[in-house]
């Protein structure tokens, strides 16, 4: 039960786009279509933006959106903003009723 | 309106037992599947445990395994997680969250776990 690997930071300024890659394995990321992100404010409990690697739950605006190749997940931020500030996580399902996270990581608007 | 609300945390010395409860409202429990899923202070997420909608099936990250138990009542709409033999390590806010196509869509607010001498 490896973490899923994502890169400690990113960063943009507003307007911009973000990408942030989320790496697993053929057992995981690579395996199934249950990846999905999610977005954590300091102090906050976190809230889930993507599900089933690139679907928005309602009220998601969509500026996120999110894909899947091979073993790598990506999670764009189009158009940042202010509030997009904030610590996000990866997630996958890896068979036998098990899941994990990535490490996560810190989005900083400029 | 969908609530999940944790409780059962507090401070307890390392080798003592804690058991947390979810308290859920506001959709079909008894359809759903539910997790625990924990995070150090100032650390990642890090997913603890599942349990499908009749309490059939379990699993367990590794580092908890053997140690922690999931369980529930669909009868009282709640989930509990027994946690013996408590680490240092085990020390973190747990969070209780509905899952839908394998993510989780509502989180309550976290209870906290101090695993302590």
């Known amino acids: 039960q490896s973490a899923l690997t994502q890169p400690p930071s990113a960063s943009g300024s507003p307007g911009q786009s973000v990408t942030i890659s989320c790496t697993g394995t053929s057992s995981d990321v690579g395996a199934y279509n249950y990846v999905s992100w999610y977005q954590q404010h300091p102090g906050k409990a976190p809230k889930l933006m993507i599900s089933?690697?690139?679907k928005r739950p309602s009220g998601v605006p969509d500026r996120f959106s999110a894909s899947k190749s091979g073993n790598t997940a990506s999670l764009t931020v189009s158009g940042l903003q202010a509030e997009d500030e904030a610590d996000y996580y990866c997630s996958s399902y890896a068979g036998n009723n098990i899941m994990i996270f990535g490490g996560g990581t810190k989005l900083t608007v400029l | 309106e969908v609530q999940v609300v944790e409780s059962g945390g507090g401070l307890v010395q390392p080798g003592g037992s804690l058991r947390l409860s979810c308290a859920a409202s506001?959709?079909?429990?008894?359809?759903?599947?539910m997790r625990w899923v924990r995070q150090a202070p100032g650390k990642g997420l890090v997913w603890v445990s599942r349990i499908n909608p009749d309490g059939s099936a379990t699993g367990y990250a590794d580092a908890v395994k053997g140690r922690f138990t999931i369980s529930r009542d669909n009868a009282k709409n709640m989930v509990y997680l027994q946690m013996n033999s408590l680490r240092v390590e085990d020390t973190a806010v747990y969070y209780c969250?509905?899952?839908?196509?394998?993510?989780?869509?509502?989180w309550g607010q976290g209870t906290l776990v101090t695993v302590s001498s």
């Open positions: 969250t509905r899952t839908v196509a394998g993510g989780g869509d509502y």
């Open positions: 506001g959709f079909t429990f008894s359809s759903h599947w």
């Open positions: 089933e690697v690139s």
